[in-house]
């Protein structure tokens, strides 16, 4: 179709044909611009990818090598493991006999101690004469003599001294005093006398 423009030349509208124009040849390059770039980018994707591939196959066969060789290595350490493991059950039982020993030691009365105790707890007028100890029970037999007549006070001061004091006392349920009897040598009263103590 032809269109014939009667219009004077100021009144033409000069862009429209341009515009067509330039809008007709802006698709036309991009059209040409994106398959000429189309075809460089397909190389190019191609070979990110191939690139890729590679390096994550050199990862693999790295990775791959680094675990061979710690499993050689873990290989290697068996006997030493074992080894560890044996040491291990033997320092688990020594520990037990340890524990098992301390607890002995620790139930076990210390004897030495309380004879100490018993020397220092001893009120003037007093000796003894005999102990006797069994697993449960602990005997003493001792002697007293007082000028003042106070045998019995003396006694008595004696077996307070022994419960108050917490080194001594504390592995005994009780310490009582069991019979009193009273004889009389050259001239003066003395009493022999026994202390009963059951043993924790």
């Not at 390059?29 to 191939?50: D, E, Q, S, T």
């Not at 591939?53 to 350490?77: C, D, E, P, S």
């Not at 098992?100 to 100490?116: D, E, P, Y």
Request: hydrophobic share 45%; aromatic share 10%.
């Amino acid at each position: 179709m032809i269109e014939i423009n009667l219009l004077p030349e100021e009144l033409k509208d000069k862009h429209k044909g341009k515009t067509k124009k330039t809008a007709a040849d802006i698709s036309a390059v991009l059209a040409n611009f994106k398959v000429k770039y189309f075809i460089y980018l397909i190389p190019l994707a191609l070979g990110i990818l191939i690139c890729t591939h590679i390096y994550l196959g050199l990862m693999y066969f790295v990775k791959t090598g680094a675990l061979r060789q710690l499993a050689n290595k873990w290989q290697g350490l068996e006997q030493q493991r074992s080894e560890l493991e044996v040491f291990n059950a033997e320092y688990a039982l020594i520990s037990e006999d340890a524990k098992a020993i301390q607890q002995i030691s620790q139930s076990r009365i210390n004897w030495a101690q309380k004879l100490n105790l018993l020397s220092l707890g001893l009120p003037s007028g007093i000796w003894y004469n005999e102990i006797n100890v069994s697993p449960k029970e602990f005997i003493l037999q001792g002697t007293v003599v007082a000028l003042q007549k106070e045998e019995l006070v003396l006694i008595n001061k004696l077996i307070s001294n022994l419960k108050n004091d917490p080194d001594f006392f504390k592995d005994f349920s009780s310490l009582e005093l069991s019979s009193v009897q009273k004889k009389t040598v050259g001239g003066y009263d003395i009493f022999d006398f026994i202390l009963q103590g059951a043993l924790k």
